[in-house]
């Protein structure tokens, strides 16, 4: 029998796998989404989400792509490794997930960019449909690909963009856009992902196991060991599910009732031992 159901769970609440349904909108997720969700719906062309490691990126990512599949007269495609050996790699790898047919006869790279051409017209003008990329883990995107991104944004009509561009990525993307300003001014929405304060944390963490079937009165987690695992943690959601993880497969192999300060502190310092665990910067707010 899994550990979690020993606790009256149905499933693992604090698994770190992007699942939307355990995506609890913070302020800044509820924010991003909202903001993402209404330049999607506009047509503005280009939105970026920054944020350190562990702050929500993905699940934001894997939600808002829930969303926009939900939506009539959208249509939608993610990239989740964005890494291209070249121009090529990259026209080819949009011409296949979008489903275009490029032209066989001559030369292959304006065959793919025409192919693509012809498909955000004949979508987005004579369908009336939206065009969303979505791009996760977009600080790994090359001069090259922010190239590419840059012309096919340039496709529009009077009124709006044909292809609607979500980038989600680590700080350094801010720098890499930064340094192309012909990208760089296409931006019609930045937001910066910062970690939970502990009252949001606590809010995310009972969000979860509830969320998972937890339904006695009694907690799972004191209020001295939620407290503890912010200041181990610093509200950053990976580091939380995977320490509250931990900590819940050890109140079943200690056969105790709830988590408390003192099991949180053994673990913390455990992972930290083993180089598995380590305090996270301040958080970075860029503007």
């Not at 991003?32 to 506009?42: D, F, H, V």
């Not at 979008?98 to 001559?106: A, I, L, S, Y």
């Not at 498909?119 to 939206?130: A, W």
């Not at 192999?253 to 930290?272: S, Y």
Request: hydrophobic share 40%; aromatic share 8%; with cysteine.
């Amino acid at each position: 029998m899994s550990y979690y159901k020993l606790l009256g769970l149905s499933k693992e609440p604090f698994s770190t796998s992007p699942d939307p349904l355990f995506f609890y909108e913070s302020r800044d997720h509820e924010r991003a989404l909202t903001n993402l969700m209404i330049e999607l719906r506009l047509k503005r062309g280009l939105a970026v989400i920054l944020g350190d490691v562990g702050t929500g990126k993905t699940t934001l990512s894997r939600k808002l792509y829930q969303l926009v599949n939900a939506q009539e007269n959208f249509v939608c495609h993610m990239m989740l490794d964005p890494v291209y050996r070249d121009e090529e790699m990259f026209l080819t790898s949009l011409v296949r997930n979008f489903e275009v047919e490029p032209d066989t006869r001559g030369p292959l790279m304006l065959n793919l960019k025409e192919a693509l051409e012809r498909f955000l017209f004949h979508k987005g003008v004579e369908e009336g449909k939206t065009i969303v990329l979505i791009i996760d883990e977009a600080q790994k995107l090359n001069g090259m690909t922010l190239e590419c991104l840059r012309v096919l944004l340039n496709y529009e009509t009077n009124e709006f963009k044909l292809l609607q561009l979500v980038l989600l990525g680590q700080m350094e993307l801010h720098a890499k856009l930064m340094s192309i300003p012909n990208v760089l001014d296409r931006i019609s929405f930045k937001y910066t992902l910062n970690p939970l304060d502990e009252r949001e944390m606590r809010q995310m963490i009972d969000f979860r196991v509830r969320h998972a079937g937890y339904r006695s009165p009694i907690p799972l987690f004191t209020d001295r060991a939620v407290r503890a695992i912010h200041r181990h943690t610093r509200g950053y959601p990976r580091r939380v599910n995977m320490l509250c993880h931990k900590a819940l497969k050890n109140l079943v192999m200690r056969n105790k009732f709830a988590v408390d300060e003192q099991m949180i502190n053994q673990l913390a310092e455990e992972d930290m031992r083993q180089g598995l665990y380590w305090m996270s910067p301040a958080p970075t707010v860029v503007a």
